[in-house]
T-cell receptor
Framework: AQSVAQPEDQVNVAEGNPLTVKCTYS??????LFWYVQYPNRGLQFLLK??????LVKGSYGFEAEFNKSQTSFHLKKPSALVSDSALYFC???????????FGKGTRLSVIA | SQTIHQWPATLVQPVGSPLSLECTVE??????LYWYRQAAGRGLQLLFY??????ISSEVPQNLSASRPQDRQFILSSKKLLLSDSGFYLC?????????FGPGTRLTVL
């Protein structure tokens, strides 16, 4: 069975500092990994994905994530946080791409000016 | 790119009343379609998914049902709502490997 863990319910970071939102996963075979962001009372917005290839994936709004197979992790990063990055972030995994995603519980990011 | 529409945006219903939420998709053909529920602004629970017209898989047995009468239309229904059905309902569509989400429907059952 697939699973995703986001160990931090809340991450606080000062504006301009680098940010990391952690994600680890468990899946049989090669994983399809995704990050989504959700603003209050809105749907989820796709940020980036890892399917295959380069372990460092670049996505929308300056975010990137690094796939680490040995640590089964897919942490989301950004070099310099903005107040507007404050939102709820979800990591998700699927086994064969076009199958239902399994989501983590979400991490609330708060960027303080 | 595909666009997912959901309506209504918000809904307040009494316990025991029926429910119909609609999701339509533009910009893709034969997508996989999904209904999720999000409680208390956190985790997402997959309710139903569909790989084609009339094909529905239920992930969580409960008083909700789903139907897919057309390729790009996905409907979530209930005959009698419970208080526990309150939440934020999200429809998603996947053409190849990435799911895209609609804006959601906020349902409050009183």
């Amino acid at each position: 069975a697939q699973s995703v863990a986001q160990p931090e319910d809340q991450v606080n970071v000062a504006e301009g500092n680098p940010l990391t939102v952690k994600c680890t996963y468990s899946v049989s075979g090669n994983p399809y990994l995704f990050w989504y962001v959700q603003y209050p009372n809105r749907g989820l917005q796709f940020l980036l994905k890892y399917i295959t290839g380069d372990n460092l994936v670049k996505g929308s709004y300056g975010f990137e994530a690094e796939f680490n197979k040995s640590q089964t992790s897919f942490h989301l990063k950004k070099p310099s946080a903005l107040v507007s990055d404050s939102a709820l972030y979800f990591c998700a995994v699927s086994q064969w791409g076009n199958t239902p995603l399994v989501f983590g519980k979400g991490t609330r990011l708060s960027v303080i000016a | 790119s595909q666009t997912i529409h959901q309506w209504p945006a918000t809904l307040v219903q009494p316990v025991g009343s029926p429910l119909s939420l609609e999701c339509t998709v533009e910009g893709t053909s034969n997508p996989n379609l999904y209904w999720y529920r999000q409680a208390a602004g956190r985790g997402l629970q997959l309710l139903f998914y569909s790989v084609g017209i009339g094909q529905i898989s239920s992930e969580v047995p409960q008083n909700l049902s789903a139907s897919r009468p057309q390729d790009r239309q996905f409907i979530l229904s209930s005959k009698k709502l419970l208080l526990s059905d309150s939440g934020f309902y999200l429809c998603a569509s996947a053409g190849t490997d990435t799911q895209y989400f609609g804006p959601g429907t906020r349902l409050t059952v009183l």
